[in-house]
């Protein structure tokens, strides 16, 4: 099915608004990308954050949003040979070329030469792959725009799955689960009888608690506001569990430290607030305690820590997509999830078809779903 041709896709025409379901036009691979039919996909609270956006960069609108998702290759352009048509994958945000400076150093999983293209709402060339009915053009997201029955992407931020996985699980590997697994597995590399805080036990902290229990870790503290996340948090190999709000004198690093003897090998931070950044730092032992930031701060404020812990060994790192390489963990995620290693279905709480988009969005805000699969058919 070359050429371009009409599909449906959940637009995004101005801030906050309702998507709205339309007939759009989708172009064909150029040179090194691919086309893809969405089975499915799913809402994150980057969307979230791209859908409520006001000002440039990252206010581009008439917009596809959508990003954690998974599908077949319809079609490839000139210059594919590692994808045909029929091929199980994944998208995602983090491209994987495999021979820049970043891919193969073991340390770094941000491509140099397919680079992160979070705001601008085109492509890498300056163009995008979709117009509406009008022929007006549409603005996508992270260069995959996965609300939309069919979609474009470079193969470099393509991975190839067996079929056997199942593609909701395969989809929240895409970017939330697999963040949250590889932020304890690849960026703070946890170790077996460690220690761990998580603050914020959203998806994105529940696939920490999977991550970190995968790895070895003897207990694990969750932490948040919500009492109802702390049956949830033990399903997914949370051991304890701090509820700030129950504590008036002592400060939660004060109760991790007591509870852990002395502060957390490892913390990490899920939800995107400076202060709670912060705390997360704070909880962790002197010597050699990392904090991993994995929560994008709302508004901006910038990190406040102490300095002279800093001169005690602890450090802080960030976490871009878990710190994982696409192509290369992604399917070892999907294995141990086959092997039951990972078990991450329960993050799924609700499935909706792309007609009832708006109601995965409605969930997502009220608190009341963790991930939401949208199916295309």
């Keep these: 099915m070359r050429g ?50 006001k000002t440039p960069p990252m206010a581009a609108f008439p917009r596809i949003l959508g990003h954690e998702a998974y599908g077949v290759v319809e079609s490839v352009g000139e210059h594919v040979e590692e994808f045909a048509a029929g091929d199980a994958v994944v ?3 983090l491209g ?35 117009t509406d009915g009008r022929g007006v053009p549409l603005y996508d997201c992270f260069a995959v725009s ?30 939330g689960a697999g963040t949250g697994v590889g932020a304890a597995w690849r960026v703070a590399r946890v170790e077996a009888g460690s220690s761990v805080a998580i603050f914020g036990l959203g998806s994105v902290g529940l696939a920490v608690a999977q991550g970190a229990k995968m790895c070895g870790a003897s207990k694990i503290i969750g932490v948040d506001l919500n009492p109802d996340k702390e049956e949830v948090g033990r399903r997914f190999g ?3 569990f701090v509820n700030p709000a129950k504590f008036d004198k002592s400060s939660v690093s004060e109760v991790i430290s007591e509870m852990s003897g002395g502060g957390v090998d490892y913390s990490f931070e899920c939800i995107g607030v400076s202060s709670v950044m912060t ?28 300095s002279f812990e800093l001169l005690f060994g602890k450090c802080v790192m960030g976490s871009l997509l878990g710190g994982i390489k ?46 939401c699969i949208i199916w295309m058919d």
């Design 4 to 53: 371009n041709w009409q599909q449906a896709a959940a637009v995004c025409r101005a801030a906050g608004e309702p998507l709205t379901i339309e007939e759009i036009v989708v172009d064909p691979p150029k040179a090194y990308e691919i086309r893809i039919k969405i089975t499915c996909t799913s809402l994150c609270h980057t969307d979230i954050t791209f859908w409520r956006a």
């Design 91 to 93: 998208l995602t945000i």
């Design 96 to 130: 994987q070329c495999g021979s820049c400076s970043s891919c193969v150093s073991e340390n770094n999983n941000v491509c140099a030469a397919v680079p992160l293209v979070p705001g601008a709402g085109v492509r890498r060339d300056g163009t995008t792959r979709f």
């Design 146 to 175: 996965s609300f939309s029955e069919y979609t474009v992407v470079d193969m470099k931020q393509v991975v190839k799955l067996d079929h056997a996985v199942p593609p909701k699980l395969a989809c929240l590997l895409s970017c």
């Design 238 to 240: 949370v051991t304890d």
């Design 279 to 306: 705390d997360a730092f704070r909880s962790t032992k002197p010597g050699n305690g990392k904090t991993i930031i994995l929560g994008v701060e709302k508004d901006a404020q910038p990190i406040c820590l102490p």
């Design 326 to 371: 696409p192509k290369t963990d992604i399917p070892i995620l999907a294995q141990k999830c086959m092997n039951k290693e990972l078990e991450l279905d329960g993050l799924i709480t609700h499935e909706v078809g792309l007609q009832d988009i708006n109601k995965a969005f409605d969930l997502l805000l009220e608190g009341k779903s963790l991930r």
